[in-house]
T-cell receptor
């Protein structure tokens, strides 16, 4: 199966700092998606980046994609306590998820 | 739209009993996914339907698990007989296509005693 692998497994930062999470995958993709999961809830889609895109922004989120390295990164700028959640990447076309990155933002 | 609807939200049952989890996807979505999440194993894809047809059921743990999608607006995941190790949160998700944005339901928390 072709699932994304997130790194680091856990990240703890202070409110206002930036958070960067990475994702690696193994095969060619058409797109890659990032999701957030708050404790006990279903995943929520954050952003989709296509294979012909290198960078995409959405509010405080910035996603990059390097298809030559088969990797992606998610940057959350000016983090808030409400950003505390687990973050998952999902490379198309196999919608399996890795273990995710557990982000804790301390107020 | 109400989003993906799952029922029940919580289920407590005894080992050996049959459990049926239900999912109503978002209207117009062609793909439906069932996932299971535990602390030990993370989020696992159990089965994926496209246009009501099972496309990938390689994640279904064993014969005790079965899933059906009789029409575009309803799917069930059945466990018979249930075992304590089946305790988990089961999520249903739907999307327009297999690689498109997925919309997750609130999940069913299953406890098998």
């Amino acid at each position: 199966s072709q699932q994304g692998e997130e790194d680091p497994q856990a990240l703890s930062i202070q409110e206002g700092e930036n958070a960067t999470m990475n994702c690696s995958y193994k095969t060619s993709i058409n797109n890659l998606q990032w999701y957030r999961q708050n404790s006990g809830r279903g995943l929520v889609h954050l952003i989709l980046i296509r294979s012909n895109e290198r960078e995409k922004h959405s509010g405080r989120l910035r996603v990059t994609l390097d298809t030559s390295k088969k990797s992606s990164s998610l940057l959350i700028t000016a983090s808030r306590a409400a950003d505390t959640a687990s973050y998952f990447c999902a490379p198309y076309n196999d919608m399996r998820f890795g273990a995710g990155t557990r982000l804790t933002v301390k107020p | 739209d109400a989003g993906v609807i799952q029922s029940p939200r919580h289920e407590v049952t005894e080992m050996g009993q049959e459990v049926t989890l239900r999912c109503k996807p978002i209207s117009g979505h062609n793909s439906l996914f069932w996932y299971r999440q535990t602390m030990m194993r993370g989020l696992e894809l159990l089965i994926y339907f496209n246009n009501n047809v099972p496309i990938d059921d390689s994640g279904m743990p064993e014969d005790r698990f079965s899933a059906k999608m009789p029409n575009a607006s309803f799917s069930t995941l059945k466990i018979q007989p249930s075992e304590p190790r089946d305790s988990a949160v089961y999520f249903c998700a739907s999307s327009f296509g297999g690689g498109d944005e997925q919309y997750f339901g609130p999940g069913t928390r299953l406890t098998v005693t």
